[in-house]
């Protein structure tokens, strides 16, 4: 349902979405091979924060795809706000993405994100991406 193709998608799985809360939770895993590991950060990796956001603003697209009843074919992301990090993510950490559609203004989609690590049952970050359809 993505508009992102490998190597830009940042998503597993989808594994609940509820039409009514206009929520949807995905699934994500960085494995460890993966390119960006080697300079982020030699001897200490951990998953890129914009990585993490942009896992948020993909369940986003998906979400408004299920939503909407049409698969999007392009998504911009417009802004992000109220990012926090609280706990890095490390390679083979599984992450559960938790989004909402918080409003839609035209064509501008306002999407309330979390990510977890699913083996700590912790809270990694938060964010609201805005993106245009």
């Known amino acids: 349902m993505l508009p992102q193709k490998e190597p830009f998608r940042f998503l597993d799985t989808v594994e609940c979405f ?8 995905a699934l994500q895993q960085f494995g460890s091979e993966e390119f960006f590991f080697k300079g982020h950060f030699p001897n200490n990796p ?9 896992s948020i603003a993909q369940a986003g697209l998906i979400l408004i795809s299920l939503l909407e009843g049409q698969k999007v074919k392009i ?5 992000i706000e109220k990012t926090k990090f609280f706990k890095e993510v490390y390679p083979d950490e599984q992450v559960k993405v938790k989004c909402s559609l918080k409003k ?15 083996q700590l049952n912790k809270r990694c970050m938060r964010a609201t991406v805005i993106v245009c359809i």
């Open 104 to 118: 839609k203004i035209g064509k501008y989609y306002y999407i309330a994100g979390e990510v977890y690590s699913q």
């Open 46 to 54: 951990i998953v890129p924060g914009v990585l993490l956001t942009e």
């Open 75 to 79: 998504g911009y992301l417009a802004q």
């Open 18 to 25: 509820d039409r009514e809360k206009r929520m949807i939770t």
